[in-house]
């Protein structure tokens, strides 16, 4: 359902940052500039277009991470980090050793500040779990978007699942990352009244990747006693209703 997450991925996700604040009000004597930033780049509308741009999606723990240098992607000034990853999951591709480097990107510095409005930056943080979608170039591997937040935050991993899923069907896979994104969801402190939470934004991944096996899983967060999460959840299920979606046999999901 690319055109509904498009519109709720959007509106969820619009932040504005303001960087270096502090820098440009102290510095009377100075004025420097504070630069709107504006980046090339359409955030993914869809969570399956995540998984089908990458050439590898794995989950893992963030050993390092370093910003490098500063580089031109699309004629944009961007900072490349390189990090670090202990491997635990293979969903798409081949990962020949469990721990892998890649190159993330954050903005690049500027002087006085910045003024940002748009998707969530990447942020990627030693000692965190994480899914990560990768491609491939002459240096290496990287991730599939710049600058975007495309990796997401995953609870500790579980000894007893599969580590390597990708030589099996797209729909198991599909439904083993789901399983993946509601473990994490469900880990989430209960948020405090009036606000959904982290939670909430985990709905829209899950039913791209399995449709109307997400059910229980909405249904749990349905009874919850924060109302604006009980209604998020409810109006997802709404839509799974509305749009006759049901679970096809096959994965975990089936009921």
């Given at each position: 359902?690319?055109g ?17 604040l502090a ?76 721990v ?19 998707p969530?930056?990447?942020n ?30 995953l ?6 699942r ?13 439904s ?37 096996c ?17 209604g ?24």
């Amino acid at each position: 359902m690319p055109g509904v997450h498009k519109v709720v991925i959007r509106s969820a996700f619009v932040l504005i940052a303001y960087i270096g604040l502090a820098s440009v009000m102290g510095r009377a004597t100075q004025s420097p500039s504070i630069h709107n930033v504006r980046y090339p780049w359409v955030y993914p509308g869809d969570f399956n277009e995540r998984v089908r741009r990458a050439d590898l999606v794995i989950s893992g723990t963030i050993a390092s991470t370093d910003a490098d240098m500063t580089r031109i992607v699309d004629r944009v000034d961007v900072t490349a980090n390189k990090a670090t990853i202990q491997i635990d999951r293979v969903f798409k591709g081949q990962a020949l050793q469990r721990v892998l480097k890649f190159v993330w990107f954050s903005p690049a510095p500027v002087s006085g500040g910045i003024v940002y409005s748009g998707p969530p930056l990447a942020n990627f943080a030693a000692g965190k779990r994480y899914l990560v979608f990768l491609g491939r170039d002459t240096s290496g591997y990287v991730v599939i978007m710049p600058i975007y937040q495309l990796e997401v935050p995953l609870a500790p991993a579980a000894a007893v699942r599969l580590s390597d899923v990708s030589p099996l069907p797209d729909k198991v896979r599909d439904s083993e990352i789901a399983q993946e994104l509601e473990t994490a969801a469900l880990s989430f402190v209960p948020p405090a009244a009036g606000v959904t939470g982290e939670a909430a934004t985990y709905f829209s991944y899950v039913v791209d990747l399995i449709g109307g096996c997400a059910e229980p899983f909405l249904e749990h967060f349905a009874t919850s006693p924060n109302k604006a999460l009980a209604g998020a959840a409810q109006r997802w299920l709404t839509l799974l209703a509305d749009r006759h979606m049901r679970c096809e046999s096959g994965t975990y999901h089936e009921r």
